[in-house]
């Protein structure tokens, strides 16, 4: 499966933004899905995941925050992100992995969108 993100911004902190993930090539309802993050100059961060029943996990730092869902009949997953910092200044990215599974773990998932910029201005 392909993936393409998108949404990404310039927004204030406070501010909430929604990232899109099409997939193309198959459908994602085979998948699992997650969103991933890699600030400047840090490892890449877990964010959110979601299997086949959108049964979901979230990473600490946007626990209560953000929110991931799908749309099967879109072949879209989407992260809600709300109440943004500074420090959700990142590359986003979306992943995708064949199965039906909850990870935080980026080796789970072989499909990966190309990122989309988040910045977030304090």
């Known amino acids: 499966v392909q993936l393409q993100a998108s949404g990404g911004g310039l927004v204030q902190a406070g501010d909430s933004l929604r990232l899109s993930c099409a997939a193309s090539?198959?459908?994602?309802?085979?998948?699992?899905l997650g969103w991933f993050r890699r600030a400047p100059g840090k490892e890449r961060e877990f964010v959110a995941a979601i299997n086949w029943g959108s049964n979901n996990r979230y990473g600490g730092s946007v626990k209560g925050r953000f929110s991931i869902s799908r749309d099967n009949a879109k072949n879209t997953v989407y992260l809600q992100a709300t109440s943004l910092k500074s420090e959700d200044t990142a590359v986003y990215y979306c992943?995708?992995?064949?199965?039906?599974?909850?990870?935080?773990?980026?080796?789970?998932?072989?499909?990966w969108g190309q990122g989309t910029l988040v910045t977030v201005s304090s």
């Open positions: 090539g198959d459908t994602i309802s085979k998948h699992s």
């Open positions: 992943a995708a992995g064949y199965g039906n599974f909850i990870s935080s773990v980026a080796t789970d998932f072989e499909s």
